[in-house]
């Protein structure tokens, strides 16, 4: 619980203190759009701007550059700066965090479509980060697993040689070698291959991620304790396609209430969409009123347009709810799952620990203990395996909230708004 607050916090201080900063470059000129291959190769971690950067979105200075350790945070930023999907949005206007909910305007729709490029450059870096560095200590374990399974390969056939097993043991052992080692072979393919997805996702030639430390919180997460009514709220009224379909709905009911207006000086107009607290969701009056004419009248065109407009807007939040149920069960699920595997794999670990303190003290000979470690390393895969499904179901129940889940206060189910020093909160 404890690694998770210092997460949560971490990406707080790196996503929320820059959402009001409005993203100013460090540069004294905006980054060119046009990049020559040369020029995407000599990109890297070291990049002093980058470091400034960093720094400016951080709100306090890096005494090491570059960095030691790269997590998703730290590399999420580095994606804002260096990824090509958002050179289209000029530097100085760029946002660290576009998905942020802003309830007391409804965004224009340009704003929307960055906020939408940027939750993908995040939702793409996340993913692939998680299946590389899964794999990276994936293999780590089947490292160990595999020294294990030799050094008692190595045991038995000693003890063979002396009649003490009959053959067959030795043979099952080579077998389980054999197959650790074609494991670690896929598993090795496999981080190579997100490494490279990782590189693209940030924006950098793969080159700049051969010799650094990339990590990725693999611990409980407390995030997103809300029900999923609180969850249906947050996604309704924040999501950027959702926004969306509101903008182009309110733009058709304000042409048709001027269409209307102009015809009917003295017509009166009802509320055309609101948000209904009692059923959490988005609610559209299709009102007589506004329906006062028919037949092919400007007043009949916009009123289909806005007939249109409002369909789709329905339908779409149909579309998130029902995602949204899917999701949170799903992510409900797996933190069952993980929790339980975590208890399984803590009471081998356990057992593990006492063969080895017995075989410090003689009391447990060395074959007692490599089969207590032949044990634990599936029980630790199959831990790591649970955690990464884990936070895979997290991520897509953040891609259907669309909003981090460090973000949200499981207490005050609120987004707090935390601007830096100096600016004045929107």
Not at 45 to 69: C, G, I, M, V, Y
Not at 272 to 280: L, R, Y
Not at 289 to 298: E, F, K, P
């Amino acid at each position: 619980m404890k690694q998770f607050k210092a997460y949560a916090t971490a990406v707080i201080a790196l996503l929320v203190a820059a959402l009001f900063a409005g993203c100013a470059h460090v540069h004294s000129q905006s980054k060119p759009t046009a990049r020559s291959a040369a020029r995407l190769n000599a990109r890297g971690l070291d990049d002093p701007a980058l470091k400034q950067f960093l720094e400016q979105r951080l709100n306090h200075s890096l005494e090491t550059w570059p960095l030691e350790s790269w997590d998703f945070p730290t590399l999420t930023l580095v994606a804002f700066y260096f990824h090509p999907d958002l050179d289209s949005l000029p530097a100085e206007k760029r946002e660290a965090e576009p998905w942020k909910n802003r309830q007391t305007y409804l965004p224009n729709s340009t704003t929307l479509q960055e906020r939408t490029a940027a939750w993908e450059v995040r939702r793409n870096l996340r993913t692939n980060l998680l299946a590389y560095v899964a794999a990276q200590r994936r293999q780590e374990l089947l490292r160990n697993l595999e020294s294990t399974q030799m050094e008692l390969a190595q045991v038995v056939e000693k003890r063979l040689a002396a009649d003490a097993v009959p053959p067959v043991e030795l043979s099952l052992l080579r077998i389980q070698l054999a197959e650790t080692r074609l494991e670690l072979i896929e598993t090795f393919q496999k981080r190579m291959n997100f490494r490279e997805r990782v590189a693209d996702a940030v924006g950098l030639p793969v080159k700049a991620f051969l010799e650094i430390e990339v990590t990725y919180d693999f611990s409980m997460p407390s995030g997103y304790g809300q029900s999923t009514r609180e969850l249906r709220q947050r996604a309704l009224r924040s999501r950027s396609d959702i926004l969306l379909a509101l903008t182009d709905y309110t733009a058709a009911e304000t042409t048709l209430r001027a269409e209307i207006a102009r015809k009917h000086p003295s017509a009166r107009f009802h509320p055309g969409c609101t948000w209904d607290a009692d059923n959490n969701r988005w609610a559209v009056n299709l009102n007589a009123d506004l329906r006062a004419d028919s037949g092919r009248s400007r007043i009949a065109e916009a009123e289909a347009r806005r007939v249109k407009a409002a369909a789709h807007m329905l339908d779409l939040q149909s579309r998130i709810i029902d995602e949204l149920d899917r999701s949170t069960v799903a992510y409900r699920a797996r933190l069952e799952d993980a929790a339980d595997i975590d208890r399984l794999a803590t009471a081998i670990r356990q057992q593990h620990d006492r063969v080895a303190a017995l075989f410090k003290t003689g009391a447990a000979i060395r074959l007692e203990l490599l089969m207590a470690r032949l044990q634990l390393m599936p029980a630790e895969i199959a831990k790591l395996d649970a955690q990464e499904k884990l936070h895979e179901a997290l991520g897509a129940l953040e891609d259907t909230v669309q909003l981090p889940a460090a973000l949200i206060d499981p207490s005050a189910g609120i987004v707090p708004e935390r601007p830096l020093p100096g600016r004045q909160s929107l």
